[in-house]
């Protein structure tokens, strides 16, 4: 994805509700498995939906021109770096099932390690009732017990510094089902919502 993206240095945030929802459009940048191998992750930008027709060089340098139209319930993926990627135009469209999630943010790597003054200010500054988590405890028991939680939330901020490595946990999401009316008995008398298991800052 170069000189979008750098091989060294970038940590990229993902998203995996996009992609989930079928929230996916030509220009994002999506995390899938590789068709070749669903064991290696790749990382490539989205050309085409299904319907489309895509024209491309079967090869560098080549004239000839070939031209597909994207199946039902595929993508097509290609690199920034055209002359080095390895994408749709060798593997053909990308199943759907196996995009991951969207790039939502790209940070450069982080220089200096996090401070616990810098924690404890934007801890503060969130509200008592916000982010609860699956066990329903909101940032109030961050506010309300600091001290005990200070050397825990350091550690895990230190840990993400030095290794850029976030718990495959932290990522975690499961559907809640709330209810639309009262008495409900059937599915369609829920509304189903997401929740996200984070650590926000």
């Known amino acids: 994805m170069a000189p979008t993206l750098n091989n060294d240095g970038d940590v990229l945030i993902v998203e995996r509700l996009s992609s989930r929802h079928g929230r996916i459009y030509p220009g994002d940048i999506v995390i899938a498995c590789s068709p070749q191998n669903p064991n290696i992750k790749i990382c490539k930008r989205v050309i085409g939906l299904e319907g489309d027709h895509i024209s491309f060089h079967p090869n560098v340098g080549s004239r000839k021109v070939i031209t597909v139209t994207v199946p039902k319930g595929h993508v097509w993926l290609q690199g920034d ?7 749709s135009r060798h593997y053909g469209p990308v199943p759907f099932a196996l995009l991951k999630g969207k790039v939502w943010m790209r940070a450069a790597l982080l220089e200096w390690p996090f401070l616990m003054e810098e924690i404890q200010k934007i801890v503060a500054d969130l ?75």
């Open 81 to 87: 770096n055209i002359m080095h990627s390895q994408d």
């Open 127 to 201: 509200g008592h009732d916000k982010a609860p988590g699956s066990d329903s405890l909101s940032v109030s028991l961050f506010h309300q017990f600091w001290d005990t939680h200070a050397p825990f939330t350091l550690a895990f901020f230190s840990k993400f510094h030095r290794w850029r490595v976030i718990h495959k946990g932290m990522n975690s999401t499961f559907i809640a089902l709330v209810l639309k009316i009262e008495g409900a008995a059937e599915l369609k008398d829920f509304r189903p919502i997401s929740l996200l298991t984070k650590k926000f800052c």
